[in-house]
């Protein structure tokens, strides 16, 4: 399968210490048209991926799609990236430049919750194009709503494309890189997943959505009408890691509680006053066939470190062998959920045609070199 | 791909907070045979496969081969696992047992380089059986042996069957891992892995093939010589993290240094006088395009915490975001590299035929259910 890569990189064989490897001619120096994405939803999330595509070799942006406002100006107007002398892209309603041959993928950013997202994503598939979505739920969709999971899975299936939600939480760094650290482990009894991170870099809208700055009471309220939104993802991690495991789901239990602070606390975009919420701590215990335990903690918050509280991913699987890793501080959620919609690609182009998740594709990685390159041809849409 | 699995973990969907996930009957409840694996070579690694074996669900040991006087012994006077009512297996010559229609897969422990190990992958193959080995150099085997690599993806597309070389380090924890973490990143400058590993565990073999307890003028000239064999895999990790990054090889340059203990050093089966060696560090460093550069350390020696020295897998990569990644202690060679080679069964079993490499196959993750739910139907051999 990978007898054309092979050699490739290290011409005809390496004599180690001092060594230099020849350099060999580049596979991609076939005559591929660039990877072409629309971009769908330019908020933080799509701007973002917009900024990083720009960045990237053999990929172009073949459309930004929008609502309101948007439509009609510049993308360029909405991410961080000048235009300087690239062409013009201006903002256009979906249906308007989704169309069958316009693209090879489109990355929705819109929404977070499967329902939601669900029609928009049927239209994608439905025009023949691969489909890769930030919305979190999308990432394990069987979790809450197995039956649009099912119907996205078909409809991609009957149109020959692919489908993949994915992100820094859930997608990466809570469940994928437990699963993989559970690679090298003859048995697995307890699993931990932590993520304690600071919300500061976020906007207004989450601080918002976060309750930053509002009474206990207030965060109660809220979070019996349901208008906390917290993180959402918990059921997805869990719903993906057994999966993972091979093991059934007999009990999943999430709860959320206010993190109130002892001292003021203020970041660019938020302030939470003494004895108010600067954020929220979600925590889920989930039971699996066998009596293995996950035990998932999230707390988010402005201005951690106020607290004396340091940031970071936490693995801790207790097992054979037992693992115990920390990324500290934490990967920046914005930014890793921007890499992982690009890095993941071309793995969604090159996928046998469904709904996928990042258990059912070969491993993420940064996409450093031409994007091309890793394209299979057969698999190139226009 | 994924429709008939969604949904199964989480019944009909979930209901966050005190929610309990309805059972759902397994995916398994066919009438697929056990999974049939045949270990070549009994030494500590595929003895530790065949113990990690027998604890497993829905995977058989269908057989056991080695050479010499172990040859008409029984498989379990050899590993850990007492045989109690299971099957007696004896240990057979590989080419008595490994035969069309003998096994799904044969795990192959013998070798650590490509050219030694070649015969066998090649004889396995041509069985029309899949294989997954333990050789370091076959986790990448393009970096050194680009022929041997090709012949062996051919043959084995021929055949319709898959290979992988897989181990904790080549193939997860210096290489794979680092590559993961990159998933999450929008650009890459520099990485380094470092692994820091305690050498006390194992037996009189890496006692005597490191150099424990040697003098520093023996070690130079046993390196001079080519016989320390140090730690096998840098050009490998080093091509697997090029190509992931999808980056040609500029350079590639490593070494080797004795650890001169200041003093004495007592492990389970190694000694090492003040003066004398402890272990081996090596390190390399490669470039790739665009100015990348990886740096590779890997000191292994006995007793470092007598030194004062702490074990450990770190993870560091400047870019966007960076990323500081330390598993403390490391994780075990042994047991990693076991449980590496036992986890990969489902996917190298339901690859597309040919040559793999830990790029090229679905995430790894511990095989905790029963190991036929992970397996495609038309993709089981016998």
């Known amino acids: 399968m990978i007898g054309s890569d092979i050699g490739a990189l290290f011409g005809t064989g390496i004599a180690v210490n001092n060594s230099i490897i020849k350099l060999i001619k580049r596979k991609g120096d076939c005559a591929m048209e660039n990877v072409k994405v629309i971009i769908w939803g330019l908020g933080a999330m799509g701007g973002g991926i917009a900024d990083m595509l720009l960045s990237k070799k053999g990929v172009d942006i073949a459309g930004a799609a929008d609502m309101g406002q948007k439509v009609g100006t510049s993308m360029y107007d909405h991410i961080k990236t000048e235009r300087g002398g690239r062409p013009e892209i201006i903002v256009s309603e979906a249906e308007e430049i989704i169309k069958p041959g316009a693209a090879d993928i489109v990355i929705l950013c819109t929404d977070s919750f499967t329902e939601k997202a669900f029609p928009k994503i049927k239209f994608i598939i439905e025009q023949g194009i691969n ?7 999308m990432s394990y969709p069987g979790a809450k709503n197995p039956r649009l999971a099912e119907e996205l899975d078909r409809t991609a299936a009957e149109h020959g494309v692919s489908i993949l939600g994915t992100g820094i939480n859930p997608g990466h760094i809570m469940d994928m890189l437990v699963l993989v650290m559970t690679g090298c482990m ?52 869990v719903g993906m890691m057994a999966e993972g495991l091979g093991l059934k789901v007999e009990s999943f239990v999430q709860d959320m509680e206010p993190i109130i602070t002892d001292t003021d606390r203020k970041s660019p975009h938020g302030f939470a006053a003494a004895g108010s919420c600067a954020g929220v701590a979600m925590t889920a215990d989930a039971s699996l066939e066998g009596g293995i335990k996950i035990r998932m903690e999230h707390p988010q918050q402005i201005e951690p470190e106020q607290a004396g509280i340091s940031t970071g991913d936490y693995v801790k699987i207790e097992g054979s062998p037992s693992i115990n890793l920390v990324n500290s501080p934490e990967v920046e959620g914005g930014l890793g959920t921007i890499a992982m919609c690009v890095n993941m690609i071309p793995q969604v182009i090159n996928a046998e045609p469904g709904l996928h998740t990042m258990l059912t594709l070969p491993v993420p990685r940064a996409v450093m070199g031409d994007m091309r390159d890793r394209i299979k041809p057969s698999k190139k849409l226009v």
């Open 186 to 237: 003859t048995d697995v009894k307890h699993i931990l997943s932590r993520r304690v991170n600071s919300l500061s870099p976020f906007g207004k809208t989450v601080m918002e959505e976060q309750g930053i700055g509002i009474s206990p009471e207030e965060f109660a309220e809220r979070k019996k009408e349901g208008t906390m939104s917290g993180h959402v993802g918990f059921a997805e991690s």
């Open 131 to 137: 489909c890769i979505t930030s919305a979190e739920e």
